[in-house]
């Protein structure tokens, strides 16, 4: 029995809630890998904000892809990892792109007074938008094997 998701099972899975751990090559150690929310719409490319000139946006921009694992924290386990090239690096938007996430991960009253909270550093020149293609995916959904 194979465990792997199908693609519209990953797609769907990728497109919930989870917070990410984007891993990113970096020469002098091992990958960076942090925590990160994330944007994805199945059949789409994810996106990501950070500053530009943060240690992830420059290994971001000197790399030229990275890596997104999500999982689930309860049996039975789950998890999607994907990479991809970066597609577009933009400058990011408060309406569109940091008060989605932000409503995304702490609901919408939250979501605005983190926005609010934060507007000032989401507004900077140095926030971006950075998308990624998924080229690449690992798979594994522990629940088949239990028929749950």
Do not use: N
């Amino acid at each position: 029995m194979s465990l792997t998701m199908t693609r519209e099972e990953r797609e769907s899975f990728l497109s919930e809630v989870h917070v990410g751990i984007l891993s990113v090559a970096r020469s002098e150690r091992a990958p960076l890998a942090v925590p990160i929310w994330y944007g994805y719409e199945p059949g789409r490319e994810l996106w990501i904000v950070t500053d530009r000139s943060s240690r992830k946006g420059r290994l971001l921009d000197a790399a030229g892809r990275f890596s997104l694992c999500v999982q689930t924290e309860a049996p039975p386990y789950k998890y999607v990892s994907v990479e991809g090239p970066i597609t577009s690096t933009e400058p990011a938007d408060i309406e569109r792109d940091v008060r989605p996430l932000a409503r995304r991960y702490l609901g919408r009253e939250l979501g605005d007074r983190y926005v609010e909270a934060t507007g000032g550093e989401a507004a900077r020149a140095d926030t971006v938008r950075i998308r990624m293609r998924p080229e690449q995916w690992l798979t594994t959904d522990y629940g088949k094997e239990f028929s749950v």
